[in-house]
């Protein structure tokens, strides 16, 4: 049976911050396994021993034991959100939980279920990275037209906000900005100005569009981007914020520019 340690494991905090230097994230062996995080809450869900309490305790004020539990839930659920599962079928995966967790015979033989549940993550996943790049392309060409607007080769839209008047960026340098990554939507996914507090970057290490981004800007200036999937997290994301195959807008003031490394000949 999977361990519980395996799916905290692989799970990515929602309260851990975008930072375009990750850029995509890799599935790691256990992952490739058993097919991606829904199946592994899956198995968890079908394949767990124990007793299950039907004490309404949602609203209900938590000890940190309590807590813990809560947000052990909370991380399979986020797990779950590529299935887009209706609230019918979310019924039946919360039957197969607490009829399991009963110790009661499951009603499906769950091991050669495996497969399907398989397949079914992979078709709605698909499904789903489908939609969003449809809604995705749709926004980035509506914001291609806005005054000032330039798409560039590589499909990102760039915009300059308010130019700059310090040095230019070059690749090998750190910058310190602030910014605003949102959905195409207005979701804001990260924010430096919520944090309070800028962020340095290697410009070697950001996500292509931000790096292409900064490359055309100067200290003081500030751009508005738009960033096709495929220049962001691609079909991978960075659930649970950065859904699978989104398009991403940033806001993006350059504050401060280190110095380039010297160079061996100067």
Same mark, same amino acid.
């Given at each position: 049976?999977? =361990?519980?340690?395996?799916?905290?494991?692989?799970?990515?905090?929602?309260?851990?911050?975008?930072r375009?230097?990750?850029?995509?994230?890799s599935?790691?062996?256990?992952?490739?396994?058993?097919?991606?995080?829904?199946?592994?809450?899956?198995?968890?869900?079908?394949?767990?021993?124990?007793?299950?309490?039907?004490?309404?305790?949602?609203?209900?004020?938590?000890?940190?034991?309590?807590? $813990?539990?809560?947000?052990?839930?909370?991380?399979?659920?986020?797990?779950?959100?590529?299935?887009?599962? $209706?609230?019918?079928?979310?019924?039946? +995966?919360?039957?197969?939980?607490?009829?399991?967790?009963?110790?009661?015979?499951?009603?499906?033989? +769950?091991?050669?279920?495996?497969?399907?549940?398989?397949?079914?993550?992979?078709?709605?996943? @698909?499904?789903a990275?489908?939609? =969003?790049?449809?809604?995705?392309?749709?926004?980035?060409? =509506?914001?291609?037209? =806005?005054?000032?607007?330039?798409?560039?080769?590589?499909?990102?839209?760039?915009?300059? +906000?308010?130019?700059?008047?310090?040095?230019?960026? +070059?690749?090998?340098d $750190?910058?310190?900005?602030?910014?605003?990554? $949102?959905?195409?939507?207005?979701?804001?996914?990260?924010?430096?100005?919520?944090?309070?507090?800028?962020?340095?970057?290697?410009?070697?290490?950001?996500?292509?569009?931000?790096?292409?981004?900064?490359?055309?800007?100067?200290?003081?200036?500030?751009?508005?981007?738009?960033?096709?999937?495929?220049?962001a997290?691609?079909?991978?994301?960075?659930?649970?914020?950065?859904?699978?195959?989104?398009?991403? @807008?940033?806001?993006?003031?350059?504050?401060?520019?280190?110095?380039?490394?010297a160079?061996?000949?100067?």
């Amino acid at each position: 049976m999977i =361990q519980i340690s395996q799916i905290i494991k692989l799970h990515i905090k929602s309260g851990e911050a975008l930072r375009p230097d990750l850029g995509h994230r890799s599935a790691t062996g256990v992952y490739r396994r058993y097919g991606g995080l829904p199946a592994l809450a899956l198995v968890m869900l079908c394949g767990c021993s124990g007793s299950a309490s039907d004490a309404a305790t949602a609203k209900a004020p938590m000890n940190e034991e309590q807590q $813990t539990l809560y947000a052990l839930g909370a991380a399979m659920a986020n797990n779950l959100r590529d299935l887009e599962l $209706t609230a019918e079928e979310q019924q039946f +995966v919360l039957d197969g939980f607490k009829e399991a967790a009963a110790g009661e015979e499951p009603r499906v033989d +769950v091991t050669a279920f495996m497969p399907k549940i398989q397949a079914l993550h992979y078709q709605r996943q @698909a499904r789903a990275i489908e939609q =969003q790049r449809e809604r995705g392309a749709a926004y980035l060409a =509506q914001q291609a037209t =806005q005054s000032g607007a330039v798409k560039t080769t590589s499909g990102m839209v760039y915009r300059e +906000v308010s130019p700059g008047k310090g040095r230019a960026v +070059v690749e090998t340098d $750190t910058v310190t900005v602030h910014y605003e990554g $949102t959905l195409p939507d207005g979701t804001i996914v990260d924010s430096s100005r919520k944090r309070g507090k800028p962020t340095e970057f290697r410009v070697n290490g950001v996500i292509a569009c931000w790096k292409e981004a900064l490359l055309q800007m100067k200290v003081g200036g500030r751009s508005h981007i738009v960033c096709p999937p495929d220049l962001a997290y691609g079909d991978g994301g960075s659930p649970p914020a950065i859904p699978r195959g989104a398009t991403l @807008a940033f806001d993006i003031e350059l504050i401060e520019v280190s110095k380039p490394a010297a160079s061996s000949g100067s």
